[in-house]
């Protein structure tokens, strides 16, 4: 299929709609019961909280792989195949050291599995853009697949093999990882771009738009992206283990309603607020909706029946509005606000900005230091209630924060320097 025809085949559509499945249910296999995992097995909070930094370092990381590799040496499919049947190794070898005297073997291992797999989040965007006849109108359409597969990855986990406390998540993991690796092989050709070109290092940070930060409302934006990312993390570390304690043994599939509720944000939601109200108003509601399943959270610990129940509900269909308005409203602003030669650049130091060195804080932060002060978890009803109150006050500081100091004109991107006036 030619890429610059009127219409992408329905061949295309199901081989790239495929992948994204597949190599998102990797993801949604353990990372949001991984928690629950670790903590039955007595893992200390330092370990947890590690555990959860890997992804974030390799996030930081990943840049290299895709500039130095994928640009200029190996074509796209080739890489992402090899390295998911690296990462599906490593996933797989490392419930076997799940125990506290070999808890940070296992965190290596998490480690060598996400510098492996984390590379392939722009890989197959690499491949999807290439391909596809229109992307910004076909993209979207293979992107809910993505979500699709976490969602399909919770159930398989938590419904099929009642698997939030085993080793089975790993092992799906595993699975999945090795069938989109070698799935890889057979995807279009997606030679490297750059091919022959010389690289500079300072590309693979972002040093084309450092000028913008001269911008104040640049500035602000991108800090206050790095903040929000900087608070996230209590919710997918925590969230499954303060489940289970409050009686809901099926953990992974109910935070499933989360990915469901966002299909309809993605879809629906999110492109209706951007237009009617703005980049600011978006990612206020976004903050306030990480401030308030926090709150919920909270109010639900020291609760029982149906009230307990609802909020949780309500806190975790919260989902698409936390994560979306305020991770892909980022995106957004960046296209509108950057110029095209260096906008590549721009959204890689976004996503270095928030999900690595803001995942990695929050990791660190309020799983790692806070966590452990507040005695979760395996605390009481109250030692939660007061733990999730942490998050939702450091939210609303950010929120508050936002609100006062970032203007956006809605003009976006002018002709003339970005740095000037």
């Given amino acids: 299929m030619s890429a610059d025809s009127n219409r992408s085949s329905l061949r295309l559509f199901v081989e790239l709609s495929t992948m994204m499945f597949v190599l998102f249910s990797v993801w949604g296999a353990w990372y949001v019961t991984m928690g629950t995992f670790m903590t039955v097995r007595n893992f200390d909070a330092r ?9 974030p370092i390799a996030a930081v990381v990943t840049p290299f792989f895709m500039g130095v590799f994928a640009d200029r040496f190996v074509n796209a499919e080739k890489l992402q195949g090899v390295l998911m049947l690296l990462s599906g190794f490593f996933i797989a070898l490392a419930p076997r050291f799940a125990a506290p005297d070999t808890q940070w073997v296992f965190v290596a291992l998490l480690l060598a599995h996400t510098l492996c797999f984390m590379p392939n989040l722009g890989l197959s965007n690499t491949i999807c853009l290439k391909h596809l006849a229109n992307p910004e109108r076909d993209y979207p ?63 693979l940070y972002g040093s084309g738009t450092w000028s913008y930060f001269k911008k104040r409302s640049f500035s602000i934006f991108l800090i206050a992206s790095l903040l929000g990312a900087a608070g996230m993390m209590p919710y997918w570390v925590l969230g499954s283990p303060f489940l289970n304690s409050m009686g809901i043994e099926r953990s992974g599939a109910f935070l499933t309603m989360g990915q469901m509720a966002e299909l309809v944000v993605l879809a629906v939601v999110l492109p209706f607020f951007i237009r009617r109200f703005g980049i600011k108003w978006t990612m206020v509601l976004g903050l306030l909706s990480w401030v308030v399943r926090f709150a919920l959270f909270s109010g639900a610990a020291t609760s029982s029946g149906s009230g307990m129940m609802s909020m949780l509900v309500i806190a975790v269909v919260l989902h698409g509005f936390s994560y979306d308005f305020v991770l892909v409203s980022g995106y957004l602003y960046v296209d509108r606000h950057v110029k095209e030669d260096v906008r590549a650049q721009a959204q890689g130091l976004l996503v270095v900005a928030t999900q690595g060195i803001g995942f990695l804080l929050s990791s660190q932060i309020f799983v790692g230091i806070l966590a452990k002060r507040a005695n979760v978890p395996g605390g009481t009803e109250s030692d939660w209630q007061a733990y999730w109150l942490m998050p939702a006050a450091f939210m609303a500081a950010v929120l508050v924060m936002f609100w006062i100091f970032f203007r956006d004109d809605g003009k976006g991107i002018a002709k003339k320097d970005p740095g000037a006036g």
């Fill in 47 to 55: 370990a947890i909280s590690w555990a959860y930094s890997v992804a």
């Fill in 141 to 203: 359409i293979v992107r809910v697949f993505a979500t699709l597969g976490w969602i399909v990855a919770g159930w398989v986990v938590s419904l099929v093999f009642r698997a939030e406390a085993t080793a089975m998540q790993f092992y799906v993991a595993a699975a999945a990882a090795w069938g989109v690796g070698i799935y890889s092989f057979f995807l279009p050709r997606t030679p490297p771009p750059g091919k022959g070109t010389p690289l500079k290092m300072g590309e």
